[in-house]
């Protein structure tokens, strides 16, 4: 098990997510950044279906009651374990009573936690991923103990660590695709989006995230349609949103651009007042 | 029912793994059909390759598992299976019918509404549960359905400010819509009843008993019904199998 001794701001687990439930509005959810939280899983030789905890801004501390191995991957909220500062996306061994806990951020949004086996928390839905009305709970809370396995081996931590594309936290550039809607727009709408650079607005979570400017809109709703992940939709405000993991799986706002799936990983470690700009591929 | 009723659709990419088909910008039941005669058809000759299908009012979206690598080839492949005159077992279609208070403790603005629309409280009821309502779809929570077929007297503006707590089990008409919040949630319709019924229940094999096709109707029932029906939250609605 592992005991949390501190929830921290924003703390859930999370796998792959929901999958074959969209016909009864059951969103997907899972990682934010399911690149971070891949590394994380293949560090371990874990599968990538295994179930991690999405940190968001750290705060949180845990007690090990289980031999383990970990690796955290992601965000840097300078990990420590019994206060010795730790090395991101590599192999890390945990003993019984090990406390894990995070200090400063560093850079980035959400890290990932990963254990040998994964977190083995109840699956409903086939999935792990915490999600309100569908899952018990949708944050951990203090002294929630979370089923993990025992892991006793003399496997020795790595000594090299993963490098990984620092562009992946710093990059403002968000690759899309034009979304459904994209050619209601007009011509001076399509410059405004392909050229500005938007700032993200203190509204933004797992849900969603709204973008500060505003693109002049007087492009009608659409009938209820199909979103996903990475969908941008243009509000009858003018204020662009992008949604992330929990989104709704219908909406009825035009949807103007589509991010790819490497650009939804970028922006899960992006916060309010972070900027963004869109690249359109076609 | 094998045949295609031959209603004009297009594609369109939606990213990489998704693709979404369209049909006209209106709310029509022989559209929905045709919509979910095509899912079935699509689940049919490609269940593994589609992970999810998500119906909307003119629209059918499939949700790849992986990249779709040739857009052009799937799509005329679509098109084949839409043409194809393939042996379908249709699920039967049900009528479910759903008891609700329309009682002023849990229809907290049907005085509002009435007093704006001059029309009666007890009208405003026999309105909204004489109707049969078709399920088009599911979205916005899980088990939250979208239903045709409100009567146009009806059709009442959204609350300006939407509250930031409605019940679970609420009835409202917002809009030309009506529906159930199946869940606690932020809502902006206007809540005229309750329902004892539970939308949604991840313990159950079927957490959401109703699927886009089905019809549903609101049976009016007293508060002593209500509570009797809400101490048995276990309870299944009375459904009638409609003949295809």
Same mark, same amino acid.
């Given at each position: 098990?592992?005991?949390?001794?501190?929830?921290?701001?924003?703390?859930?687990?999370?796998?792959?997510?929901?999958?074959?439930?969209?016909? @009864?509005?059951?969103? /997907? *959810?899972?990682?934010?950044?399911?690149?971070? #939280?891949? =590394?994380?899983?293949?560090?371990?030789?874990? %599968?990538?279906?295994?179930?991690?905890?999405?940190?968001?801004?750290?705060?949180?501390?845990?007690?090990?009651?289980?031999?383990?191995?970990?690796?955290?991957?992601?965000?840097?909220?300078?990990?420590?374990?019994?206060?010795?500062?730790?090395?991101?996306?590599?192999?890390?061994?945990?003993?019984?009573?090990?406390?894990?806990?995070?200090?400063?951020?560093?850079?980035?949004?959400?890290?990932?936690?990963?254990?040998?086996?994964?977190?083995?928390?109840?699956?409903?839905?086939?999935?792990?991923?915490?999600?309100?009305?569908?899952?018990?709970?949708?944050?951990?809370?203090?002294?929630?103990?979370?089923? @993990?396995?025992?892991? /006793? *081996?003399?496997?020795?931590?790595?000594?090299? #660590?993963? =490098?990984?594309?620092?562009?992946?936290?710093? %990059?403002?550039?968000?690759?899309?695709?034009?979304?459904?809607?994209?050619?209601?727009?007009?011509?001076?709408?399509?410059?405004?989006?392909?050229?500005?650079?938007?700032?993200?607005?203190?509204?933004?979570?797992?849900?969603?995230?709204?973008?500060?400017?505003?693109?002049?809109?007087?492009?009608?709703?659409?009938?209820?349609?199909?979103?996903?992940?990475?969908?941008?939709?243009?509000?009858?405000?003018?204020?662009?949103?992008?949604?992330?993991?929990?989104?709704?799986?219908?909406?009825?706002?035009?949807?103007?651009?589509?991010?790819?799936?490497?650009?939804?990983?970028?922006?899960?470690?992006?916060?309010?007042?972070?900027?963004?700009?869109?690249?359109?591929?076609? | 029912?094998?045949?295609?009723?031959?209603?004009?659709?297009?594609?369109?990419?939606?990213?990489?793994?998704?693709?979404?088909?369209?049909?006209?910008?209106?709310?029509?039941?022989?559209?929905?059909?045709?919509?979910?005669?095509?899912?079935?058809?699509?689940?049919?000759?490609?269940?593994?390759?589609?992970?999810?299908?998500?119906?909307?009012?003119?629209?059918?979206?499939?949700?790849?598992?992986?990249?779709?690598?040739?857009?052009?080839?799937?799509?005329?492949?679509?098109?084949?299976?839409?043409?194809?005159?393939?042996?379908?077992?249709?699920?039967?279609?049900?009528?479910?019918?759903?008891?609700?208070?329309?009682?002023?403790?849990?229809?907290?603005?049907?005085?509002?509404?009435?007093?704006?629309?001059?029309?009666?409280?007890?009208?405003?009821?026999?309105?909204?549960?004489?109707?049969?309502?078709?399920?088009?779809?599911?979205?916005?929570?899980?088990?939250?359905?979208?239903?045709?077929?409100?009567?146009?007297?009806?059709?009442?503006?959204?609350?300006?400010?939407?509250?930031?707590?409605?019940?679970?089990?609420?009835?409202?008409?917002?809009?030309?819509?009506?529906?159930?919040?199946?869940?606690?949630?932020?809502?902006?319709?206007?809540?005229?009843?309750?329902?004892?019924?539970?939308?949604?229940?991840?313990?159950?094999?079927?957490?959401?008993?109703?699927?886009?096709?089905?019809?549903?109707?609101?049976?009016?029932?007293?508060?002593?019904?209500?509570?009797?029906?809400?101490?048995?939250?276990?309870?299944?609605?009375?459904?009638?199998?409609?003949?295809?």
């Amino acid at each position: 098990m592992i005991k949390v001794l501190k929830s921290g701001f924003y703390t859930s687990v999370q796998d792959r997510g929901r999958k074959g439930f969209g016909s @009864i509005g059951v969103p /997907i *959810s899972g990682v934010m950044d399911s690149y971070s #939280a891949n =590394i994380a899983n293949s560090v371990l030789k874990n %599968s990538l279906e295994n179930a991690v905890l999405e940190i968001t801004f750290g705060g949180c501390e845990f007690e090990f009651t289980n031999e383990t191995i970990i690796c955290i991957s992601g965000a840097n909220f300078s990990a420590k374990i019994n206060n010795e500062p730790i090395t991101l996306n590599s192999r890390i061994k945990v003993n019984i009573n090990d406390v894990l806990s995070f200090g400063k951020i560093v850079f980035g949004v959400r890290c990932y936690l990963a254990v040998k086996g994964g977190f083995l928390t109840n699956s409903v839905l086939k999935s792990r991923s915490f999600y309100q009305n569908i899952t018990e709970d949708f944050l951990i809370k203090k002294d929630d103990l979370l089923p @993990i396995e025992s892991y /006793i *081996s003399d496997l020795r931590p790595l000594n090299a #660590a993963v =490098i990984i594309d620092e562009l992946h936290f710093v %990059s403002n550039k968000i690759g899309c695709y034009k979304g459904p809607e994209f050619d209601l727009l007009d011509e001076f709408q399509k410059k405004e989006i392909e050229t500005h650079i938007f700032t993200i607005s203190n509204d933004n979570n797992r849900m969603g995230c709204r973008l500060n400017e505003i693109v002049e809109n007087k492009i009608p709703s659409i009938l209820t349609s199909a979103v996903i992940p990475g969908t941008v939709q243009l509000t009858p405000s003018g204020k662009l949103i992008i949604l992330m993991r929990d989104c709704q799986v219908t909406g009825g706002y035009p949807r103007v651009l589509q991010l790819t799936d490497s650009a939804i990983n970028q922006m899960a470690q992006k916060t309010t007042n972070n900027l963004v700009k869109f690249i359109l591929y076609d | 029912m094998v045949l295609n009723l031959g209603f004009k659709h297009t594609y369109k990419a939606f990213g990489n793994k998704t693709i979404l088909i369209e049909w006209s910008s209106i709310i029509d039941e022989v559209i929905l059909e045709e919509i979910l005669l095509f899912k079935e058809k699509i689940k049919k000759e490609k269940r593994n390759s589609i992970i999810d299908f998500i119906v909307g009012y003119n629209s059918l979206t499939l949700i790849y598992e992986k990249e779709v690598l040739n857009y052009f080839d799937e799509v005329s492949n679509l098109e084949l299976i839409y043409k194809k005159d393939l042996k379908l077992l249709v699920k039967g279609k049900f009528l479910w019918e759903i008891p609700v208070c329309y009682d002023l403790e849990f229809g907290i603005d049907l005085e509002e509404v009435s007093s704006k629309s001059k029309i009666s409280i007890e009208q405003i009821i026999n309105l909204h549960s004489e109707k049969t309502y078709s399920v088009f779809f599911i979205g916005f929570l899980p088990g939250f359905l979208y239903l045709g077929g409100l009567d146009s007297k009806l059709f009442f503006d959204r609350r300006p400010t939407p509250r930031l707590n409605v019940e679970k089990g609420s009835v409202a008409i917002g809009g030309s819509q009506t529906g159930v919040y199946p869940s606690k949630s932020a809502g902006g319709w206007n809540i005229i009843g309750k329902t004892p019924l539970i939308f949604f229940d991840v313990k159950k094999d079927k957490p959401c008993f109703a699927n886009a096709g089905d019809k549903i109707k609101f049976k009016p029932i007293s508060l002593e019904e209500f509570y009797e029906l809400a101490r048995n939250n276990n309870f299944t609605p009375f459904k009638l199998l409609l003949n295809d």
